[in-house]
């Protein structure tokens, strides 16, 4: 000890002095006191570190699922963009063949496209429905026009049926086309094609065949309709109304003079509203048929065009009349709004009409149509030609403006089942 006085002697006689310490456990029971206090010393100095790693494992569990998903994403990231490299290669390898290939086919650089149709929600009444939705469909350039034909008639007579639509306000004439028979005459092929309509299916009244016996005396011209005493042609004055129209297109479409009405064998038919008549003879009738759209199975189908007699001064006044809808027939307007026009008549049955510069003139559904209403319209003010003149195009469906069009020989051609 540093700076101490005592001598080795002196300590030792001083510790001497203090009290004897005895201990009087078995050495065995010191040895594993020992033993136990050692071990506990070993076990502290592993308790931080092994938390330590329990924390280091709890948190590698807790993100290893969103490295995995990172490192998924990554590799979809990677294979996504190789498949686009892939992918353009491979358009732009197709592309530079099929051009090679329409270099050396000249017939394959003609561009096709592929219509399509609005098909709009249409509620059947012209006030009602926009005219834009009828507008919007468009038209292959080889679709059929709706009406007949010189071009149609080789080999086939053309019948014409005027049939009431489902609510009787209005008489559509249906054409169909039917091959001739040399031993039959025009009006046995009437007769025989009555059961063969499908009105129901166009969307129009079940009309015929007509609730009678017909024959005909061909060298007189003359047709004698015997109807049962139950026929139904006098129930209602819509009913006489409807009978009587269909009678008076009969005669004109077959040439018929005269009609004798007969009940059973006995003279005379006896009406509600006309009283009793043994024969048919049609009432003169003032004005000139011009000719709307009805759409008889919705906005998507191909309007029936439908004429209305109306007295107008010149053909002028009807092609502007049928810009207007006609809300109490349940008729459209089958010239569009955006389509005006100058009228110039040539005496020999030729009508020039020459559009203005801001009419829309487009090669779709509703154009053509409007352009056959016109040649009908046309047609009943007795000429033969219109030329259309000032168009934005040349064709519209198998329509040549470039030329004169005939005005057709019947509307609304439909086919019959096979």
Do not use: C
């Not at 358009?91 to 219509?115: F, Q, R």
């Not at 003149?389 to 329509?399: L, P, R």
């Amino acid at each position: 000890m540093k700076g101490s006085k005592w001598s080795d002697e002196q300590l030792q006689e001083l510790l001497s002095q203090m009290p004897k310490i005895k201990d009087s456990r078995d050495s065995r029971e010191i040895y594993q006191t020992i033993q136990i206090k050692m071990s506990k010393q070993k076990k502290k100095t592993w308790i931080m570190p092994a938390a330590a790693a329990a924390a280091a494992l709890l948190l590698l569990f807790i993100l290893a699922p969103n490295l995995m998903n990172w490192q998924d994403s990554a590799d979809k990231q990677i294979e996504i963009k190789s498949d686009q490299s892939q992918s353009s290669e491979q358009i732009t390898g197709d592309n530079y063949s099929i051009a090679e290939d329409k270099e050396s086919d000249p017939e394959s650089l003609v561009k096709e496209e592929d219509p399509q149709e609005d098909h709009a929600q249409f509620s059947g009444d012209p006030e009602k429905d926009s005219k834009s939705d009828i507008s919007m469909k468009s038209l292959s350039s080889e679709a059929s026009p709706t009406a007949v034909y010189e071009e149609d008639l080789a080999g086939k007579e053309v019948l014409t049926y005027s049939i009431p639509d489902k609510e009787a306000q209005n008489i559509v004439p249906v054409s169909v086309l039917v091959d001739n028979d040399p031993d039959r005459s025009k009006f046995d092929l009437f007769e025989v094609t009555m059961s063969k309509l499908t009105e129901e299916a166009w969307g129009l009244s079940d009309y015929y065949p007509l609730k009678a016996n017909l024959s005909f005396d061909q060298g007189n011209r003359m047709l004698t309709v015997d109807v049962p005493a139950d026929h139904p042609y006098s129930r209602s004055s819509a009913e006489e109304y409807l009978l009587e129209n269909v009678l008076s297109d009969i005669m004109k479409n077959l040439e018929i003079k005269k009609i004798n009405l007969r009940t059973e064998g006995k003279a005379g038919i006896e009406f509600g509203h006309y009283g009793y008549i043994d024969e048919f003879i049609p009432q003169k009738r003032n004005g000139n048929l011009i000719y709307y759209f009805l759409y008889s199975n919705g906005a998507d189908s191909t309007p029936f065009l439908v004429p209305l007699r109306e007295e107008l001064n010149s053909v002028k006044d009807a092609l502007k009349a049928m810009k207007q809808n006609r809300t109490e027939n349940n008729l459209h307007a089958s010239i569009p709004d955006n389509i005006d026009f100058e009228i110039e008549e040539i005496k020999d049955g030729k009508l020039i009409i020459r559009f203005d510069n801001e009419s829309e003139i487009v090669d779709n559904a509703p154009t053509l149509h409007a352009i056959e209403a016109i040649l009908l319209t046309a047609k009943d003010f007795d000429f033969d030609t219109v030329k259309l003149e000032n168009a934005d195009v040349d064709k519209i469906g198998k329509f040549d403006l470039t030329e004169e069009l005939k005005v057709p020989i019947a509307a609304n051609k439909r086919d019959l089942p096979n």
